[in-house]
């Protein structure tokens, strides 16, 4: 069975920073990409941040110049650093991983971002 545990969530005020985590399964062998996405109330998911096994890295507009997500191969782990965060970032955020068979899902964790 696939397990992805997300860390890192939690309450921040705006312009402060956040470290997210996602470990996947040591058997999940073959990793394409890691990344996550984020949901906040009433909007549609949408990308935050992906890398793949070669270090290549995309990011959703939004997040451009703020963000930066990096990846450990030997752990199965991808990073989300997280700075300058505004109101607009809260959302449950989710890991993603990819591989040749089929896509996985973390269960998310919340960030929360006061004014």
């Known amino acids: 069975q696939v397990q992805l545990v997300e860390s890192g969530g939690g309450l921040v005020q705006a312009g402060g920073s956040l470290r997210l985590s996602c470990a996947a399964s040591e058997h999940l062998l073959q990793i394409n990409s890691m990344g996550w996405f984020r949901q906040a109330p009433g909007k549609q998911r949408e990308l935050v941040a992906a890398?793949?096994?070669?270090?290549?890295?995309n990011y959703g507009d939004s997040v451009k110049g703020r963000f930066a997500i990096s990846g450990d191969n030997a752990k199965n782990t991808v990073y989300l650093q997280m700075h300058s965060l505004i109101p607009e970032d809260t959302a449950v955020y989710y890991c993603?991983?990819?591989?040749?068979?089929?896509?996985?899902w973390g269960r998310g964790t919340q960030v929360t971002v006061s004014s």
């Open positions: 993603k991983v990819e591989n040749p068979y089929s896509d996985y």
């Open positions: 890398i793949t096994r070669d270090g290549r890295a």
